[in-house]
């Protein structure tokens, strides 16, 4: 039996939004708010692992491929790893979160970022301490045509920044954001928890060094990995159905109740 209901068709239609490979753990800043690096401490994502995460993303549908950290430009096989996505997703969108530090101290990894990346996302605040690094970079990225999304944490960039950087952006075209610092806790009220968030209705996907793997880029914590890239089943899990928040849901700046108690399965054509 073949059904053909618009429901149908949204759920056997569902791509993930987005892909995120955490490359390293390592950074060249150390800011008190991040969840994602170790600074100097951190490790990279083997070379044979990250071909490994390609190949599983292949059997997967989905429209953007992000390379992070930690700080990924930090990665000693940065520029290899962005080529290697590159020829084996020639024709996803490709984009780049970093601090920009490393790309306005260094040719070499500056021109493989646009060789290789149609978007550059940069994290710019008082945190990272990069005014100077991101005004110079951004001009470059933009004449390239590269699309440029600065973002500023909230909590961490003195107001004087934040009008800088608004400036920057508005000059060369690129992109300014502003958040909070998602799920710390900074005194905020606790969030009350309906449906899931619709986050997790967007199916984004972060894989991390070790292949721990969370269908939310705010749930870092190994408690709440849902399963592995080395799981057999690997390609099942990331749309098989969800019914739990995450513990870093009740104080996360990002819940939205998506009025759904139930992360759905993505349905194979043939019923």
């Not at 987005?18 to 969840?35: E, Q």
């Not at 939205?256 to 993505?266: F, H, N, Q, T, Y």
């Amino acid at each position: 039996m073949q059904l053909n209901t618009p429901q149908v068709q949204t759920l056997q239609a569902r791509t993930l939004k987005t892909a995120k490979i955490k490359i390293t753990t390592k950074c060249n800043r150390s800011c008190d708010f991040c969840i994602f690096a170790e600074g100097g401490q951190g490790v990279n994502m083997p070379l044979e692992t990250f071909r490994t995460v390609l190949d599983k993303l292949a059997q997967l549908p989905f429209q953007q491929l992000h390379i992070n950290g930690g700080e990924p430009t930090v990665h000693r096989d940065f520029a290899e790893l962005s080529r290697l996505a590159h020829e084996r997703f020639p024709d996803r969108v490709r984009v780049l979160g970093t601090n920009a530090i490393t790309l306005a101290r260094n040719t070499r990894l500056l021109e493989a970022s646009l060789a290789h990346y149609d978007q550059v996302l940069i994290g710019s605040d008082d945190e990272h301490e990069n005014y100077d690094e991101v005004a110079a970079v951004v001009p470059t990225l933009r004449a390239a045509g590269r699309t440029v999304v600065v973002n500023s944490v909230l909590e961490a960039t003195d107001p004087k920044h934040l009008a800088r950087l608004a400036d920057l952006c508005e000059e060369n075209g690129a992109i300014h954001v502003t958040n909070n610092v998602h799920h710390i806790d900074v005194g905020q009220p606790k969030n009350v928890l309906g449906g899931l968030c619709d986050r997790y209705l967007d199916q984004h996907l972060m894989i991390e060094v070790d292949g721990d793997c969370y269908r939310c880029f705010n749930a870092m914590a190994k408690y709440d990995s849902e399963f592995s890239l080395w799981d057999a089943d690997f390609a099942e899990k990331v749309f098989a159905p969800r019914a739990q928040h995450y513990k870093f849901c009740l104080k996360c700046h990002e819940y939205r109740d998506s009025g759904e108690p139930v992360l759905p399965a993505r349905l194979s054509p043939a019923l």
